[in-house]
């Protein structure tokens, strides 16, 4: 059988595939809260045969979303609808996850189809940014308050929390957001932290902070599994680097993190990437076979046998998909028939897949 199509176990379950969908904001939420648009979105990948879905960057705090459009975890009554969309996910054969995090200084920003500015504090949908330092992404943006210990130990506290939740509500998966140039991602680049405290300066302060959270939300994890996604290079001279992220993943696996789910980027602006199918593969690869650990590739993969190709080179153990999921949610029953695999596609929709 194709090694997309043959299960992974974890330690508490086993994914029917490996195919994961990728968290994708929606910027439908009002006030943290899922609706219908975020059950039929993300349940449709379950239908469509998906091995696990990663629900969309989920705020742990209302300062932490990335816009007022997001989904939060930041108080119990956010847990009723997340119930209902793992369950619906878990019934139709697919593990459900979520991606706990915190947008830091790239908070408060515009729904993206209506712009990617900033929006100002003193606007009713803004609000202060914070970060480990204290300047924006942006010249144009406000500056976000360098962090104070006491705000560090309340995000943290509040990762804890929002996992506690993310349990009660049903995820099977918890992954800690540290890329794409978010709060965690901006402790660990050299480019945006410029902290003088045990939080900056040296790899070991930078990556404290990630290493904190990860073993305080890894205290109250029973059977679920806990995942990282990281941003392995800045793309930049001097930033963070894919060295740091296998030296990172290192310390994440003695932690008890089951995989690294690993893209790029985000952190700082002139950013050199050089985009184009796999492009990202290459750092999926060098984390996993030089810090022995599992890994999610990601990055412009678009066909089932070019994802099989990634898993038959030992270079990832998953395949995540994003662009390619919005564009075609049951890409797993179609790459499944090309791959010559025989799988089952729900009873509903058993004549789908008859060809003419």
């Not at 379950?46 to 979303?65: D, F, W």
């Not at 990762?159 to 540290?178: M, N, P, S, T, W």
């Amino acid at each position: 059988m194709a090694l997309l199509f043959k299960e992974y176990t974890f330690k508490h379950f086993t994914l029917r595939n490996r195919i994961v969908v990728s968290p994708m904001c929606q910027y439908s939420a009002e006030n943290g809260y899922a609706n219908n648009w975020h059950l039929v979105h993300l349940g449709q990948y379950a239908l469509g045969g998906a091995g696990a879905i990663i629900q969309e960057a989920t705020a742990v705090s209302p300062e932490g979303r990335i816009s007022y459009g997001d989904l939060g975890i930041w108080e119990d009554g956010h847990i009723e609808k997340y119930k209902e969309i793992t369950k619906f996910i878990k019934e139709n054969g697919a593990v459900p996850g979520i991606q706990l995090a915190h947008a830091g200084r790239k908070a408060s920003t515009e729904k993206i189809w209506i712009g990617r500015n900033q929006i100002s504090k003193n606007n009713p949908n803004g609000w202060q940014t914070i970060g480990p330092s204290d300047f924006p992404f942006n010249e144009e943006d406000e500056a976000p308050l360098a962090m104070t210990k006491e705000d560090i130990e309340r995000v943290k506290n509040d990762f804890v929390q929002g996992a506690k939740r993310a349990i009660d509500a049903g995820y099977q998966i918890i992954e800690l957001h540290a890329a794409h140039g978010y709060l965690m991602h901006q402790f660990l680049s050299p480019l945006v932290n410029c902290r003088t405290d045990e939080y900056g300066g040296s790899f070991e302060n930078r990556v404290r902070f990630v290493l904190e959270i990860t073993d305080a939300v890894k205290k109250v994890i029973t059977n679920q599994s806990l995942w990282v996604r990281i941003s392995a290079t800045d793309w930049k001279e001097g930033g963070w680097d894919v060295n740091q992220s296998v030296a990172l993943a290192k310390l994440l696996k003695e932690k008890g993190v089951e995989l690294m789910d690993v893209s790029s980027g985000g952190a700082v602006r002139g950013q050199k990437i050089t985009v184009g199918p796999n492009y990202q593969v290459p750092f999926a690869d060098r984390v996993k076979n030089e810090a022995a650990i599992p890994t999610g590739a990601v990055g412009m993969i678009t066909e089932a046998q070019q994802a099989e190709n990634i898993l038959q080179e030992g270079k990832a153990d998953l395949i995540l998909l994003a662009r390619k999921m919005l564009r075609e949610p049951y890409f797993p029953l179609h790459a499944a028939n090309e791959l010559g695999v025989e799988v089952k596609w729900p009873n509903q929709y058993e004549r789908g897949k008859e060809t003419y």
